[in-house]
């Protein structure tokens, strides 16, 4: 019956250990790619701003960083998220 359950499961749709890139968007403020890299640190503390690309909106009122992070498990990736979308500066990761 356990191999019923097994051919049922989809297939992973992440392969671990990766490169994963998270699009996190906030308010154009001087501290908040900092606050990003420190938060992602706190997880994965060999992350650093190299792995960080950072647009500002048209209007110059918001920020986008595309965090690239190394994660080796889901509950790695879902902790970060988790962390990054209940800071009061992020208005949404991605």
Do not use: W
């Not at 049922?8 to 606050?35: H, Q, R, W, Y």
């Not at 920020?63 to 988790?82: A, K, M, N």
């Amino acid at each position: 019956m356990a191999q019923d359950i097994d051919q049922n499961t989809p297939p992973p749709l992440i392969e671990f250990p990766c490169d994963f890139p998270i699009k996190v968007m906030g308010a154009a403020e001087d501290s908040f790619s900092t606050t990003i890299i420190s938060l992602i640190q706190t997880i994965l503390p060999a992350f650093n701003a190299a792995h960080v690309e950072m647009r500002a909106s048209s209007a110059g009122r918001y920020i986008s960083l595309t965090c690239t992070v190394h994660v080796v498990s889901q509950q790695q990736l879902d902790d970060i998220y988790r962390l990054l979308s209940s800071h009061p500066l992020v208005k949404f990761a991605l």
